[in-house]
């Protein structure tokens, strides 16, 4: 068996502020002064349990208000790369949270600025490149968002796509119709969280109003057949996170995951860490999760990986090269 931290892979379904550690936490908010509800850092660990999405929604909102300055976003993204870039990711398509930064008296610029910094630094030292994807909460009103969209354009900020992430239940995509439209004219990149606890409706809704290229999750679409059909031909890849749907109780446990059956339907389905500081682990843990839970061989785990370059937004001539990294991966 090969070391799964060497595979070259592309990660695609990351939130920076998942990649606060509850250390980093605690130390930000030491630095910034800001008061957190917790204890000791003992304390903060005891709540990473979550009985569902909105659970951890209301953990890593509440810690993000330790982000306040440049420096802060910059830190992130060094500190998350640094992690992944050991675990053989070698690109990644970050997503943010723009609105709960500026909801609460941070400006958008000192935002981009920051994350712009750490990305140029984490670049030069690990040869990782990121691009970012501003997300958009689905629980937030499709006008706030609008009012977002027209932010990031009137600050040139550097984003090549928008996602749709928060709350699922009782926020369809329908709801954000005009938002991509806008996203679309703009020539941005269009992905969504849909099917995590929404239903395979809401995978199907999302592809049909919102046009995403991308699926986020999307593991409930095992439950229509004709949406899996849909996905296999049409070549539609899904960011799938396994620690995650287990630790926000999607699925009971990882053996009870989907990712095969997608993999047998002949689906693109990708592996990734959505929120890793919250959900036990960064790209590379979850695909040996996989291995050690579905015994997958090496050749699956390098399809997996090339899976990853194939959905990326990538320019195909710095695809060829990743999928040539994989192929001398396997050959050794
Ligand atoms: N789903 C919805 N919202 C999120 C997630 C997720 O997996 N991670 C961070 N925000
Ligand atoms: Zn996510």
């Known amino acids: 068996m090969r070391d799964l931290s060497t595979l070259p892979k592309v990660e695609l379904h990351l939130h920076l502020e998942g990649t606060l550690e509850p250390e980093t936490v605690l130390e930000l908010a030491r630095r910034n002064k800001v008061e957190l509800p917790y204890a000791d850092l003992e304390d903060l660990r005891g709540r990473y349990e979550f009985t569902d999405l909105q659970s951890f929604l209301d953990l890593i909102y509440a810690n993000l208000t330790v982000l306040q300055t440049e420096e802060d976003f910059s830190d992130l993204v060094t500190a998350y790369v640094a992690r992944a870039a050991a675990g053989g990711v070698r690109h990644v ?60 354009e009137e600050a040139g900020a550097p984003i090549i796509g928008i996602g749709l992430d928060s709350a699922e239940v009782g926020n ?48 409930q679409a095992i439950d229509d057949p004709a949406l899996m059909d849909r996905l296999a031909r049409a070549g539609t890849p899904l960011t799938m996170c396994p620690l995650s749907n287990v630790r926000l109780r999607c699925v009971d446990t990882l053996a009870d995951h989907p990712l095969p059956a997608f993999l047998e339907a002949g689906v693109l389905v990708t592996v990734n860490s ?47 090269e990743l999928l040539s990294e994989i192929d001398a991966w396997i050959a050794t």
């Not at 994350?115 to 501003?134: F, K, M």
């Not at 938002?179 to 239903?199: D, I, M």
């Not at 809401?202 to 592809?207: D, F, N, P, R, Y």
């Open 172 to 219: 369809p995509p329908a709801k954000f119709q005009r938002v991509y439209a806008r996203a679309g004219e703009l020539g941005l990149h269009r992905v969504a969280h849909a099917g995590e606890e929404g239903g395979a409706a809401s995978v199907t809704e999302a592809l049909d109003l919102l046009h995403i290229e991308r699926v986020d999750h999307g593991i």
């Open 93 to 152: 398509e970050a997503f943010f949270d723009p609105q709960p930064h500026v909801a609460r008296g941070i400006p958008l610029q000192r935002v981009l600025d920051g994350l712009a910094s750490g990305i140029a630094s984490a670049e030069r030292d690990h040869g990782t490149t990121v691009e970012l994807i501003a997300c958009f909460h689905r629980d937030r009103s499709e006008e706030e968002a609008l009012a977002m969209l027209a932010a990031l």
């Open 274 to 320: 959505d929120d890793p500081a919250y959900f036990g682990g960064y790209a590379d843990t979850n695909y040996e999760a996989l291995r050690a839970t579905f015994g997958f061989s090496d050749e699956v785990m390098a399809r997996l990986a090339r899976n990853s370059v194939t959905a990326s937004f990538l320019p195909e001539g710095r695809k060829t």
